[in-house]
């Protein structure tokens, strides 16, 4: 089931979620424990969620946390290969670039669910979301001989139960 077929979670949910995580990055970054800090750090994650429950309310996407975030392997590896391979073709004289833009179809759903899926696409080797023209993500590629758009078909593969979306092809 595609994102846009399922109804959107609540603006209330949504706001305790993203609240939730607003105040564990705030625990994560906090320099003490103190009661004071510990407070302000439950108001800032407040008024942190309900500004972003306005400016991007549930119903522009469904994004699942949880599950992206079992792709942070994937994350991990995908980083450390693409600054390897940019730092091999750029050290290397025998390794020759091609760089272009390459239109690469998406059936990713528009907005919030695209832009994270966009976002992650990026951490490929030699690749960099630059945009989108209908229904296809507009990729700057350092090797436009590359296959490119299959790779991009196969993290949209990959991403799309966390993107909210059924993965299904063709």
């Not at 595609?2 to 979670?9: E, G, I």
């Not at 500004?51 to 522009?60: G, M, T």
């Amino acid at each position: 089931m595609k994102a846009a077929d399922r109804p959107p979670p609540s603006r209330a949910r949504t706001a305790v979620v993203r609240g939730a995580l607003y105040f564990a990055l705030w625990i994560v970054l906090l320099p003490s424990a103190q009661p004071l800090d510990v407070a302000l750090g439950l108001a800032s994650a407040a008024a942190a969620a309900w500004v972003s429950v306005r400016l991007l309310p549930p119903e522009c996407g469904d994004v699942h946390l949880g599950l992206l975030l079992r792709q942070m392997p994937h994350f991990a590896w995908a980083s450390v290969a693409a600054g390897l391979d940019v730092a091999r073709r750029a050290l290397s004289p025998r390794v020759s670039i091609n760089p272009g833009f390459v239109a690469c179809p998406t059936r990713v759903t528009p907005g919030v669910a695209r832009n994270t899926f966009a976002t992650v696409a990026s951490l490929m080797p030699g690749t960099l979301a630059a945009g989108e023209d209908g229904d296809r993500l507009i990729v700057h590629a350092l090797d436009i001989g590359l296959p490119c758009a299959e790779q991009m078909e196969a993290e949209e593969r990959r991403f799309a139960p966390a993107l909210g979306e059924d993965g299904h092809h063709g």
